[in-house]
């Protein structure tokens, strides 16, 4: 994100009011602002297909300050509460809508592409209706505070949802006040106010219109509200995960709907423009605030909810009151007995596994409908060495074909620098794959095709490479049987994987025997498959107090089968 925007914004802003409609379209603005040369202000995407508008509104608060106050007092103008001409409270009372009963903003129900006539009122008895069903659900099923009182600005302490025509794809927005009131800054940077919600009068002409359209945008405006209100926004330049905000809100429509997946249009562009921002074939860093507004990301979510239960996502918002997402997240994995760089490679891993490749068992459950991954770059394979120089940013995905005369070899690489995005320090790493039938120099493995599969980067231990083949869906890499890391270092390390091969194994009690052959712990743990190998997880913290530095022996015993390994153990 860029730091300032042009003491002009004003009335840039304004002049998109020129037009005849008579209410504000925050994609009007955003185009108006992007059309300007002279605005420098930070954009997701291409404005025209901005589907939640609330990205857009954060960036303009997050430079409040470089605004004259010429500029403020015109933005102020703009981005006001609606004032409309009725209003009408929900049946649990959480909510009051408000909307017009005639003119350009009345809302209407869709019937076949077409409104029809006076059906406002039951427009809003379907909105009440998917509101406190949207409450009930994202606040007493799943656990999430509520967002907070806004001190009666709507008429009453309810919370407000406004009811206007915004075009064919901006679905809603969630709003807060301008200025910033000091009261809410918690932690420093940590700021939480009271929001209101704009959403559409029909969704006629969206992509996914009617009462479809309805249901999704309730169920990601509301949660921006949730997020904005009960757990905080981090509003520094470097610190700014909007991304992840937007992530959630798209990954929470699936939760809250789970068979109306607008997400599906989103997804797209993940899969098929991994691109850096500036369209080269360097990967798009997953954390990136410079392109997509996050929408496409929610397959993260969707993924972790698979790994984990989707209580997840709650852990880490609770845990950015206090710290921001990539920390927060950091943090909730180690709890769960894993790390970023392990879930990010696996993430990388199952990213492959769409469309046709799908297992819904496996990988995503709704997968199959995710489009292929496009390759970053595709060469062929010579017969001899064939070889890929390229890039890649911290914490981002790459994948890279290497394509035979019978079969194509995918090489999936992820980058797992987090500490790097940290500190800042997010420049593209240079990377070098090779796929020869000889012995290579460069870090390898060898593949059950007999082929070599070679990597090099300035610091392998950030990375994390696979290699599947097209022919048959399945993994080329040979199944080493070490247990990894090895030495184990506790303070380091957030698990040791002990691979097996018994493929029925579910379950595996573990003994950790000291070189006396002295039981120092046991612990029973699942039979999982990562990366296309059956493996056991034993997390740091479960030993970490209980077995000191040391070598031990190691037993997995599971119902039809045994498997041992020796691993130095460091405190």
């Given at each position: 994100m860029r730091n300032s925007i042009n003491l002009s914004i004003g009335l840039v802003v304004l002049a998109c009011f020129a037009e005849a409609q008579p209410i504000k379209s925050l994609r009007q603005i955003v185009r108006a602002l992007e059309s300007s040369q002279s605005v420098s202000l930070y954009s997701t995407a291409d404005s025209s297909t901005v589907k939640c508008g609330t990205p857009l509104i954060q960036a303009i608060r997050s430079q409040w300050s470089a605004l004259s106050p010429q500029s403020r007092a015109e933005l102020e103008q703009v981005l006001q509460?609606?004032?409309?001409?009725?209003?009408?409270?929900?049946?649990?009372?959480?909510?009051?809508?408000?909307?017009?009963?005639?003119?350009?903003?009345?809302?209407?129900?869709?019937?076949?592409?077409?409104?029809?006539?006076?059906?406002?009122?039951?427009?809003?008895?379907?909105?009440?209706?998917?509101?406190?069903?949207?409450?009930?659900?994202?606040?007493?099923?799943?656990?999430?505070?509520?967002?907070?009182?806004?001190?009666?600005?709507g008429g009453g302490p309810e919370y407000d949802i406004y009811v206007e025509e915004l075009g064919t794809s901006e679905f809603g927005y969630t709003d807060w006040p301008y200025p910033?009131?000091?009261?809410?800054?918690?932690?420093?940077?940590?700021?939480?106010?009271?929001?209101?919600?704009?959403?559409?009068?029909?969704?006629?002409?969206?992509?996914?219109?009617?009462?479809?359209?309805?249901?999704?945008?309730?169920?990601?405006?509301?949660?921006?509200?949730?997020?904005?209100?009960?757990?905080?926004?981090?509003?520094?330049?470097?610190?700014?995960?909007?991304?992840?905000n937007e992530l959630t809100s798209s990954w929470m429509e699936d939760v809250v709907y789970t068979d109306?997946?607008?997400?599906?249009?989103?997804?797209?562009?993940?899969?098929?423009?991994?691109?850096?921002?500036?369209?080269?074939?360097?990967?798009?860093?997953?954390?990136?605030?410079?392109?997509?507004?996050?929408?496409?990301r929610c397959i993260w979510g969707h993924f972790l909810a698979k790994r984990f239960g989707r209580n997840i996502m709650r852990e880490i918002w609770t845990g950015?009151?206090?710290?921001?997402?990539?920390?927060?997240?950091?943090?909730?994995?180690?709890?769960?007995?894993?790390?970023?760089?392990?879930?990010?490679?696996?993430?990388?891993?199952?990213?492959?596994?769409?469309?046709?490749?799908?297992?819904?068992?496996?990988?995503?459950?709704?997968?199959?409908?995710?489009?292929?991954?496009?390759?970053?770059?595709?060469?062929?394979?010579?017969?001899?060495?064939?070889?890929?120089?390229?890039?890649?940013?911290?914490?981002?995905?790459?994948?890279?074909?290497?394509?035979?005369?019978?079969?194509?070899?995918?090489?999936?690489?992820?980058?797992?620098?987090?500490?790097?995005?940290?500190?800042?320090?997010?420049?593209?790493?240079?990377?070098?794959l090779m796929l020869s039938k000889g012995a290579v120099s460069a870090p390898h493995v060898l593949l059950s095709n007999g082929l070599t599969a070679g990597f090099s980067a300035d610091d392998l231990t950030q990375w994390k490479t696979f290699y599947t083949g097209a022919s048959t869906k399945t993994d080329l890499e040979r199944v080493q049987l070490a247990a990894s890391p090895n030495p184990f270092r506790l303070a380091v390390s957030a698990r040791l994987v002990l691979p097996v091969e018994d493929p029925a194994a579910a379950k595996a009690s573990v003994y950790f025997l000291s070189s006396s052959m002295a039981l120092a712990y046991t612990g029973e743990y699942d039979v999982t498959t990562e990366f296309g190998t059956r493996m056991i997880a034993i997390p740091a913290k479960d030993i970490q107090t209980r077995i000191s530095s040391g070598i031990y022996f190691v037993v997995a015993k599971m119902t039809h089968s045994e498997s041992r390994w020796k691993v130095a153990i460091i405190q």
């Open positions: 509460r609606p004032t409309l001409q009725t209003s009408r409270l929900s049946p649990s009372g959480h909510f009051r809508i408000h909307f017009d009963s005639s003119g350009y903003n009345q809302p209407a129900i869709i019937v076949n592409g077409q409104p029809i006539p006076n059906s406002h009122s039951a427009y809003i008895d379907s909105v009440v209706a998917v509101l406190d069903y949207v409450w009930n659900y994202e606040i007493g099923i799943l656990g999430y505070d509520p967002p907070p009182p806004d001190n009666n600005l910033y009131d000091p009261d809410v800054i918690l932690n420093g940077s940590n700021e939480r106010h009271f929001t209101y919600i704009v959403i559409d009068n029909d969704y006629l002409g969206f992509r996914t219109p009617g009462m479809n359209g309805l249901k999704v945008t309730c169920a990601h405006e509301f949660h921006h509200a949730v997020q904005i209100g009960a757990y905080g926004l981090w509003n520094n330049v470097a610190n700014n995960d909007f991304y992840f109306v997946n607008d997400y599906y249009f989103d997804v797209v562009n993940y899969f098929r423009g991994l691109r850096d921002y500036r369209g080269s074939a360097l990967s798009f860093a997953f954390f990136s605030r410079s392109s997509y507004a996050g929408y496409e950015i009151r206090e710290t921001p997402f990539l920390k927060s997240a950091e943090k909730v994995l180690l709890d769960h007995g894993t790390d970023w760089g392990t879930e990010f490679s696996l993430f990388s891993y199952w990213n492959y596994y769409t469309a046709d490749r799908a297992d819904s068992a496996r990988f995503y459950p709704e997968g199959k409908n995710y489009p292929r991954f496009t390759p970053n770059m595709t060469t062929n394979f010579t017969g001899s060495t064939s070889t890929i120089a390229s890039g890649s940013y911290p914490l981002s995905t790459a994948m890279y074909e290497f394509q035979l005369a019978q079969d194509t070899i995918t090489a999936i690489v992820s980058n797992n620098e987090v500490q790097a995005i940290l500190s800042n320090d997010m420049g593209a790493r240079q990377i070098t």
